[in-house]
């Protein structure tokens, strides 16, 4: 599913000007989800109209993880 929601062609532009992922340097955390898991998670939201809340398991990062990412690239004019 998310080759189709955000295909390669897009990925690329997209990967060109999003932000570096920042650096803990205290190390530990949760794992980072990668930021095309990400993208596909908002876009999903976006073209569906469902909530933060209702975003499937399946994408991978939680619907609060995807918002909070898309808060940060907006933040960024991404």
Do not use: N, Y
Request: hydrophobic content about 35%; aromatic content about 10%.
């Amino acid at each position: 599913m998310g080759e189709r929601l955000v295909p390669d062609g897009v990925w690329e532009l997209f990967h060109q000007v999003v932000p570096a992922a920042p650096i803990r340097p205290q190390g530990g955390g949760r794992r980072w989800h990668g930021d095309r898991q990400v993208l596909t998670a908002i876009v999903f939201v976006a073209t569906t109209g469902c909530t933060w809340r209702q975003l499937p398991s399946g994408f991978g990062p939680s619907g609060s993880t995807a918002h909070r990412r898309f808060t940060e690239w907006s933040k960024a004019r991404v």
